[in-house]
């Protein structure tokens, strides 16, 4: 019996990236490699920007933020695709799907807020650069970091709660590499049209 016909009625199917082939196994690894070198330079860019005293202004701080949102959003679909690929099984439970949704949601969400964040920084540096000391402070730009977080995990309770709350059709198929809304959506049972 294959391991896609061995899920409990909660479970997911994946069908992911990669087949048994011999061209997947160097997908595979160019998929691993990249993974190593994203997290190793978001997190030696963290580094740097922690050591190095002249970088300790806003837009560093928020580039931090940035570069640790990259670090937890690919750590949260990796490794299980990678776990996936090497142990022959493509399922994920319905918990860990919702948990790989809400993450994901947390950590776009965040993103999208950051880069206005920053680009709000870089506005203020060239066109009111006199008065750059009093609109981007140390305590504006935590407070922009914070937002970031906060909305973006205040907009992955009601987007993954809302998703989950749908029935799901058998086999629970999902023909992508990872749990994501529209993905959910179309192995729902029900009419989404008013969801999306």
């Known amino acids: 019996m294959s391991p896609e016909n061995q899920t409990s009625s909660t479970d997911f199917v994946l069908l992911g990236l990669f087949s ?15 993974f190593i070198l994203t997290v190793t330079e978001n997190a ?25 949102m990259n670090i937890l959003h690919v750590s949260n679909i990796v490794p299980k695709v990678i776990t996936n690929f ?32 920053m680009s709000y920084d870089r ?3 060239i066109c009111h650069p006199l008065h ?6 140390d305590s504006v730009s935590v407070l922009q970091a914070s937002g970031s977080w906060l909305v973006g995990t205040l907009h ?26 529209p993905a959910l959506l ?4 029900v009419d989404t049209s008013h969801y999306e």
């Open 20 to 34: 048994s082939s011999h061209i997947s196994m160097v997908f595979f690894s160019s998929l691993f490699i990249i």
């Open 44 to 68: 030696l860019l963290i580094l740097l920007i922690r050591r190095d005293s002249r970088l300790h202004s806003p837009m560093y701080f928020l580039l931090s933020h940035l570069s640790f």
């Open 86 to 117: 090497l142990s022959g099984t493509r399922t994920i439970s319905s918990a860990g799907c919702g948990f790989q949704v809400f993450l994901s949601i947390i950590w776009l969400g965040g993103k999208c807020l950051l880069l206005p964040a």
């Open 123 to 125: 506005y203020v540096t």
């Open 132 to 137: 750059y000391a009093m609109l981007m402070n």
């Open 156 to 181: 992955s309770i009601v987007h993954t709660a809302c998703v989950l709350d749908f029935p799901f059709c058998e086999p629970r198929v999902i023909d992508h590499y990872f749990c994501e809304i």
């Open 186 to 189: 179309r192995v729902s049972c």
